[in-house]
């Protein structure tokens, strides 16, 4: 893809386009065929077309996303990102976590469980000096310059060289990190302080396969780990309201609890912590506090973005 000489938004529209007509080529595969792994793993061995993604990516995030005026500052997917973990972790985030998810279920089972013999845990979160970061679909490692930050950046396709080779929906979860030839061949189980899903799940191109990277992300994380999640959406922060309410549901019956929302101009950013709770207390909260008079039969089917839906 040339688009050097081009005027620069359309050199932009010509990189957002490609992007899109990406997921969209990988939604319409899976829509007629039973095997969606399958179609999966043949996306992830084209290389010639991972590569040229890798490179579009990169241009529109360091080129046309990543603004230097205060404006551009402000609606940073990064800068966004960079805050909430260092105020979680660095300053009172977790510790007023768990006064308010105390608060939360003792008020629950007061009100509606009253026999229910439960004791919200004592916990001591270990931190290590730096926030053990797992960035997945990192493409160029963006934060890789955070020094508060010890980051394991990995994408399909690296567009950087601190990034390592990973398809997170194969790779296999154990108890040790395994990197062979800069690729990842294993990821340990509950060792990571965060992870980051930053322009992820909207790759992926079935809802159930959204929910399986949902479900690695919190195996991967520690009790009280963070989960952060940015998507994009240029449209009014109302317009599909419905989509970010589906997925708190899926996440909070998972066992994560969301911390915080915001909606900037073109992104949804969230961030979520995995609960202490037990996780059938826990889903009978969120199934109250999200106004729902019956259980989940299918939490992939909750996994869904606009787009499966035309």
């Known amino acids: 893809m040339d688009s050097g000489s081009l005027e620069p938004t359309k050199t932009r529209d010509i990189?957002?386009?490609?992007?899109?007509?990406?997921?969209?080529?990988?939604?319409?595969?899976?829509?007629?065929?039973?095997?969606?792994?399958?179609?999966?793993?043949?996306?992830?061995?084209?290389?010639?077309?991972?590569?040229?993604?890798?490179?579009?990516?990169?241009?529109?995030?360091?080129?046309?996303?990543?603004?230097?005026?205060?404006?551009?500052?402000?609606?940073?997917?990064?800068?966004?990102?960079?805050?909430?973990?260092?105020?979680?972790?660095?300053?009172?985030?977790?510790?007023?976590?768990?006064?308010?998810?105390?608060?939360?279920?003792?008020?629950?089972?007061?009100?509606?469980?009253?026999?229910?013999?439960?004791?919200?845990?004592?916990l001591d979160y270990k931190l290590n000096e730096s926030i053990t970061i797992l960035d997945v679909g990192s493409c160029y490692n963006p934060m890789k310059d955070i020094k508060e930050f010890d980051i394991l950046a990995v994408d399909l396709a690296p567009g950087d060289s601190s990034v390592l080779k990973c398809d997170f929906l194969s790779v296999q979860l154990s108890n040790k990190l395994e990197i062979e030839n800069y690729v990842v061949k294993s990821l340990p189980k509950g060792t990571f302080d965060c992870i980051v899903f930053s322009m992820l799940l909207e790759y992926i191109p079935i809802k159930q396969q959204r929910l399986e990277c949902s479900i690695k992300a919190y195996e991967l994380l520690k009790t009280e780990g963070l989960l952060i999640i940015i998507t994009p959406d240029s449209k009014h922060e109302t317009a599909n309201a419905a989509m970010i309410k589906s997925w708190r549901l899926a996440l909070s019956l998972l066992g994560f609890s969301r911390i915080t929302y915001s909606k900037l101009k073109h992104i949804h950013c969230m961030a979520f912590r995995k609960t202490p709770v037990e996780l059938e207390l826990w889903g009978k909260l969120t199934i109250s506090s999200l106004n729902r008079n019956q259980e989940v039969s299918n939490l992939g089917d909750l996994m869904y973005i606009p787009q499966d839906l035309k």
């Open 15 to 122: 990189l957002a386009s490609f992007i899109k007509g990406v997921h969209k080529s990988l939604r319409d595969k899976c829509s007629v065929s039973e095997n969606a792994d399958q179609i999966w793993k043949e996306h992830c061995q084209n290389k010639q077309l991972l590569d040229e993604y890798a490179r579009s990516m990169k241009s529109l995030a360091t080129e046309y996303w990543n603004l230097s005026d205060e404006e551009g500052k402000k609606q940073s997917r990064n800068n966004w990102t960079k805050e909430i973990i260092l105020d979680y972790f660095r300053n009172e985030g977790i510790k007023n976590e768990r006064t308010r998810e105390k608060r939360k279920i003792e008020n629950f089972i007061h009100f509606r469980l009253p026999n229910y013999e439960y004791s919200y845990p004592e």
